[in-house]
């Protein structure tokens, strides 16, 4: 498998010409063209998608002008598309894919799983009690409780904690994404329109502490909802110093606390929060590579806010779904949790990628690139001013022909990353896998070094 990537890498490269740009809108032409050469297939796949999807879509990340690239399986750190080419994989699922396409003790849990139990028996397993404990354990949580999403399990922590204050109003964050219905990305601060309950909610300046202390005058707040790193950032971090005070000003007013920990929870061991010491938020939602690549939610807290869940207390919230006990998510998750991500492997995990993401930042010097992240997730950026961090999305001045540019390019190297530019990395991805990274990434700065280098605003 690694010679059929090298060599299709080799020919990628190969189609690239060796030409200077005069203009970003020029070599971003070019590597259209070239995209649509390479991607006839993708491009078949996709006008027979757009006669019974809206938009040939069903997941709104995944689309891309002109049409989107169809991938067609799966092996380990490597996904291969409809039209030949091998990508090493730094999507990683958005963080679900952490355990790779085909980790054998993932793939013997699966088969053993359904020779031994079947599919869904609607009734209570065993099965649950052991990843359970596992996370209650691992991740330092009274009592959970199982979803089929992050999003699913971000709205019923929202309504856990308005049933336990007997409030509405939720604090949210400008940049922040909590799932399809909960997306205030938007760099003015405004909630998606498809946000539900879009008039309960109150949006402040993620790392802005001035502006969270406002919470401890507001008697009508139930819960602030936080990522601690927002992935949609992709991957701008919150200051200890923010997380900290979120924690004594809902502690201040009564309102509930939650982490959301859908994409940071493989970022140490016990999750983002044991990285910030004295974080004790009263909630935290999961999601994920939890699963074992499964569709897979969580959320958990304190016994006694979990408790409104506990159908054995008169007036309890209810909380079902089909899905929220199937027999291969919490088999193949309890499998990785115990088995293959433990404690000693989260830890150089992610220690070897914040040593990645240091050479990035070393090279990305007197440029527009800035990498953003914490261990083994991370977000590339190209931004006019070469900012080196960010506090807040409506900081982010995004260079957006040069983001599109790199994704493009780094396709024809053999990467696929997403457009947004953030990378999730695979357990197993090779050493020199990552170096080739680093390489590719310089190559790009080096080629359209008129356009990324400060100082000199694309034509």
């Known amino acids: 498998m690694t010679i059929y990537s090298d060599f299709v890498q080799d020919c990628v490269k190969a189609s690239r010409p060796d030409t200077t740009y005069e203009t970003v809108e020029d070599a971003l032409q070019a590597a259209h063209s070239r995209y649509r050469e390479r991607n006839p297939t993708s491009l078949e796949l996709y006008d027979e998608a757009t006669e019974s999807l809206p938009g040939g879509n069903t997941r709104s990340l995944l689309h891309h002008t002109p049409f989107p690239v169809y991938m067609k399986h799966g092996t380990g750190h490597q996904v291969f598309s409809e039209d030949g080419h091998a990508y090493t994989d730094f999507v990683g699922e958005l963080t679900a894919a952490l355990y790779g396409h085909s980790h054998p003790l993932i793939l013997d849990t699966l088969h053993k799983t359904l020779d031994t139990m079947g599919l869904n028996l609607g009734a209570t397993t065993r099965l649950e009690t052991e990843h359970a404990k596992l996370m209650c354990q691992r991740f330092n949580i009274g009592k959970v409780r199982f979803t089929n999403s992050g999003t699913e399990s971000n709205l019923h922590a929202i309504q856990a904690a308005r049933y336990f204050t007997g409030k509405r109003k939720i604090v949210v964050f400008t940049g922040g994404y909590h799932g399809g219905v909960f997306d205030f990305t938007a760099p003015d601060g405004l909630a998606a329109k498809n946000v539900v309950d879009r008039g309960e909610f109150l949006i402040l300046p993620y790392n802005d502490v001035t502006a969270i202390k406002q919470i401890e005058m507001m008697p009508d707040v139930a819960a602030v909802l936080v990522e601690g790193m927002q992935g949609a950032g992709p991957c701008i971090c919150g200051t200890d110093e923010f997380l900290l005070q979120i924690q004594h000003s809902t502690r201040e007013s009564g309102a509930v606390f939650i982490l959301d920990e859908v994409m940071t929870s493989r970022l140490a061991p016990g999750g983002l929060r044991s990285l910030v010491t004295g974080l004790k938020p009263d909630m935290m939602t999961f999601g994920k590579y939890l699963g074992g690549g499964i569709t897979f939610g969580a959320f958990g807290g304190s016994e006694n806010i979990m408790a409104v869940y506990d159908p054995r207390m008169k007036g309890a919230l209810a909380h079902s779904g089909t899905f929220n006990n199937n027999t291969l998510s919490l088999a193949a998750g309890a499998v990785g949790l115990s088995q ?72 024809e190297d053999g990467f696929w990353i997403t457009k947004r530019g953030s990378v999730a990395l695979i357990l197993g991805t090779p050493a020199s896998e990552l170096q080739r990274f680093v390489d590719a990434v310089k190559g790009f700065l080096e080629r359209h070094e008129k356009f990324v280098k400060l100082g000199k605003l694309a034509p």
């Open 340 to 411: 293959i991500f433990t404690s000693e492997v989260c830890i150089q995990f992610n220690q070897d990628a914040l040593n990645l993401i240091s050479q990035l930042q070393e090279i990305s010097k007197g440029t527009k690139l800035t990498v953003l992240g914490r261990g083994s997730v991370f977000g590339v950026h190209f931004l006019r001013d070469g900012a080196k961090d960010l506090v807040n999305v409506s900081h982010r001045h995004d260079d957006f022909e040069l983001k599109e540019l790199f994704w493009l390019e780094m396709m």
